[in-house]
Nanobody, 126 residues
Framework: VQLVESGGGSVQAGGSLRLSCEGT????????LGWFRQAPGAKRQFVAA????????HYEDSVKGRFTVSRDNDRRTVYLQMNDLKPEDTAVYYC????????????????????WGQGTQVTVSS
């Protein structure tokens, strides 16, 4: 296992969670990282991403202003702070790493990602 997510759980609407994604050196060093989510019966969708340098970040429109992605490269960990959670945020959240991206389109395209975590469940109740 190259990437491991943690921090999922159940919260009420308006609450917060912080997801973590820790990687092995092989899967993390030098890679950008994206967060994706998949709700039951839906396709997996892009949520947010940042570059290894942390200078580039991208967010899907529905999470802008509520979610923040950050990283600690010394710990080989990327965080997804999720505030003001809504029932529609309920999904399994995955992290994945990619190399060579800068624009939104590249980070949002899951086929470009090389390593994936196993996912962590986030459930938001109304």
């Amino acid at each position: 296992v190259q990437l491991v997510e943690s921090g999922g759980g159940s919260v009420q609407a308006g609450g917060s969670l912080r997801l973590s994604c820790e990687g092995t050196a092989r899967a993390f060093n030098g890679y950008g990282l994206g967060w994706f989510r998949q709700a039951p019966g839906a396709k997996r969708q892009f949520v947010a991403a940042n570059s290894y340098s942390d200078r580039i970040t991208h967010y899907e429109d529905s999470v802008k202003g509520r979610f923040t992605v950050s990283r600690d490269n010394d710990r080989r960990t990327v965080y997804l702070q999720m505030n003001d959670l809504k029932p529609e945020d309920t999904a399994v959240y995955y992290c994945a790493t990619v190399v060579g991206c800068s624009g939104y389109g590249c980070y949002a395209a899951e086929e470009g990602y090389q390593y994936w975590g196993q996912g962590t469940q986030v459930t938001v109740s109304s």
